[in-house]
């Protein structure tokens, strides 16, 4: 069957992105202290990633929308700073966690997945099963 070949004036679409990359790994430590690795692709939210690998303790009821806590992570502490500031709907809603929150509480759909933040580790409050 021959090529039909375009006009000259039909737009083309480049795509220099085929594919989203997967990066490295969180690690989620569960209240009996076993390790989850889990692979994230970028742009995720840590909670996503985590309920796609299974990682137990991480609900994420509302998907996302910051009205369900389940999600709540205790980030280990050298991580916790360079996640950047907390914003207040998120602030608000630590203050709902089924386990009362620390100084290295996070929601973890409020944790967006990059390069950076490989080897992200994060621990599972025992309440969240
Ligand atoms: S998934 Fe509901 S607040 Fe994070």
Same mark, same amino acid.
């Given at each position: /069957?021959?090529?039909?070949? +375009?006009?000259? %004036?039909?737009?083309?679409?480049?795509?220099?992105?085929?594919?989203? *990359? #997967?990066?490295?790994? *969180?690690?989620?430590?569960? +209240? =009996?202290?076993?390790?989850?690795?889990?692979?994230?692709?970028?742009?995720?939210?840590? /909670?996503? #990633?985590?309920?796609? %690998?299974?990682?137990? $303790?991480?609900? $994420?009821?509302? $998907?996302? =929308?910051?009205?369900?806590?389940?999600?709540?992570?205790?980030?280990?502490?050298?991580?916790? =700073?360079?996640?950047? +500031?907390?914003? #207040?709907?998120? =602030?608000?809603?630590?203050?709902? !966690?089924?386990?009362? *929150?620390?100084?290295?509480? *996070?929601?973890?759909?409020?944790?967006?997945?990059?390069?950076?933040?490989? $080897?992200? !580790?994060? !621990?599972?409050?025992?309440?969240?099963?």
């Amino acid at each position: /069957m021959p090529l039909i070949n +375009p006009p000259e %004036s039909t737009p083309t679409l480049r795509v220099s992105h085929l594919h989203s *990359r #997967a990066h490295g790994f *969180r690690i989620f430590i569960q +209240p =009996d202290g076993n390790k989850v690795k889990v692979d994230a692709v970028d742009g995720t939210s840590v /909670m996503k #990633a985590a309920i796609a %690998s299974g990682v137990r $303790g991480i609900i $994420g009821e509302c $998907g996302g =929308d910051l009205s369900c806590a389940s999600c709540h992570v205790f980030v280990v502490k050298e991580w916790f =700073d360079l996640l950047g +500031p907390i914003g #207040a709907f998120e =602030d608000e809603m630590l203050d709902a !966690t089924s386990e009362d *929150r620390t100084d290295c509480s *996070r929601l973890s759909c409020q944790i967006v997945v990059t390069p950076s933040l490989e $080897g992200l !580790t994060l !621990t599972v409050p025992a309440s969240q099963r």
